[in-house]
């Protein structure tokens, strides 16, 4: 049995011609002659990995990367090959499944790197690797300053070949933080260490998105770009230098379920938080923080409705979120609202809803769940 057609009508509508759009005015900013890894760990940062993955693809992208190697077997299903590339490595177990899906991993241990290379000596093949240096992230990766026995110790995997070296920034965003430059400095020595131990790497690569706009030097011949291919540059990139144009890609939209009037000095939803102060006409939307509306975002947030604001009142809960109709009170059932996105002139972006509720773009797109349809559009600006 197939799904109504008439469906809850909460949606996230994801814009690919907007994802390539981003892509393309990414690498003109950037530089051509980069090699750019489209991140798609935690399903395209909520806007699906495997649409996102063809169209990045087709658009140029040379490297998938991925968090897991679990991630990198969804897309491998959808019929994605290529380079992909499981930068939180794998664990113990996962091996065979790495050289199985022909998956690229992150390396950070001698006994990872053991593993490896034991699985490709049973498959009888030489298998590519990269290394993720910390420089400073103090995450995964090995210490910039413990590398000359790791980087000896890893020419002695005769099976294993290291295709690339990178680190991760840690404040890329700030400029007022010189740390970027230092971590900058610390990765090139280790790129040292490793060629003075007799490694020929292919990629050496170091910015994700702040670091690939916002540090020129630090482009390396690959760059990671994860949350501005998805048009999530407004807070994650420094204020006041050039960047690229940039395109949302998700917008999230809803449909007026019910319309009541309220009296005034009357309470809304959960713990009685909202009172109506005048005759209120309210609009339930079917959407709450189980589609990852925020419930941060109770008697913050506001929606979009026939080009005009309308806030919500009281709480968000878990499956529904009322606002206030008043001052639109030629709004019917079934009209639409916008809770992410435009309306008009107006708009609510995923900054926004960020920053109302003291986070980033990322986690509010990433936090839209799998309840929420995705429908792909392109649109034709
Ligand atoms: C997530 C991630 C990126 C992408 O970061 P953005 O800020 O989204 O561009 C790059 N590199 C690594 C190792 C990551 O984990």
Redesign the pocket.
């Known amino acids: 049995m197939s799904l109504p057609s008439l469906a809850r009508p909460t949606i996230a509508e994801i814009d690919l011609a907007n994802l390539r759009a981003n892509l393309r005015s990414s690498r003109s900013f950037i530089g051509e002659d980069l090699t750019y890894l489209a991140?798609v760990?935690a399903d395209g940062?909520g806007h699906g990995a495997r649409e996102c993955a063809r169209a990045l693809r087709d658009e140029g992208a040379g490297w998938l990367?991925v968090?897991t190697p679990e991630e990198a077997f969804d897309l491998r299903t959808a019929g994605l090959d290529g380079p992909i590339l499981c930068?939180?490595g794998f664990w113990p177990g996962q091996e065979d499944y790495i050289i199985g899906l022909d998956l690229t991993t992150v390396v950070f241990s001698v006994e990872l790197a053991a593993r490896l290379n034991a699985a490709a000596a049973a498959a009888d093949q030489i298998v590519q690797y990269h290394v993720?240096i910390d420089t400073g992230m103090g995450r995964v990766g090995i210490r910039f300053d413990d590398l000359e026995v790791f980087a000896r110790a890893l020419l002695g995997f005769n099976n294993l070949r290291l295709d690339g070296l990178?680190t991760?920034f840690a404040a890329a965003d700030d400029l007022t933080d010189d740390f970027t430059d230092l971590q900058v400095r610390r990765f090139y020595d280790a790129v040292d260490v490793f060629k003075a131990a007799g490694h020929d790497t292919t990629y050496i690569d170091l910015a994700?998105?702040?670091g690939?706009v916002a540090h020129p030097d630090a482009r390396g011949n690959m760059v990671?770009?994860?949350?501005?291919l998805y048009g999530?540059g407004g807070d994650?990139l420094p204020d006041g230098i050039p960047k690229p144009t940039l395109k949302p890609v998700m917008s999230l939209h809803t449909a007026i379920t019910q319309i009541k009037r309220v009296p005034a000095g009357e309470t809304i939803g959960y713990g009685r938080t909202f009172t109506t102060k005048r005759d209120t006409q309210i609009g339930t939307i079917p959407i709450g923080y189980h589609d990852g509306y925020p419930r941060a975002l109770s008697n913050k947030g506001h929606v979009l409705v026939n080009e005009r604001p309308a806030p919500v009142l009281g709480r968000v809960s878990m499956d529904w979120t009322v606002i206030d109709l008043t001052d639109a009170p030629d709004v019917k059932i079934g009209d639409r609202v916008t809770v992410m996105g435009r309306q008009g002139g107006l708009s609510v972006t995923a900054e926004d809803l960020a920053k109302l509720t003291n986070t980033i773009s990322?986690e509010i797109t990433c936090g839209i769940s799998s309840r929420v349809p995705r429908r792909y559009i392109e649109s034709d600006e």
């Not at 990671?224 to 501005?228: A, H, K, P, V, Y």
């Open positions: 991140v760990k940062y990367g968090a930068m939180g993720k990178m991760h994700n998105s702040p690939a990671r770009l994860g949350g501005i999530l994650v990322y």
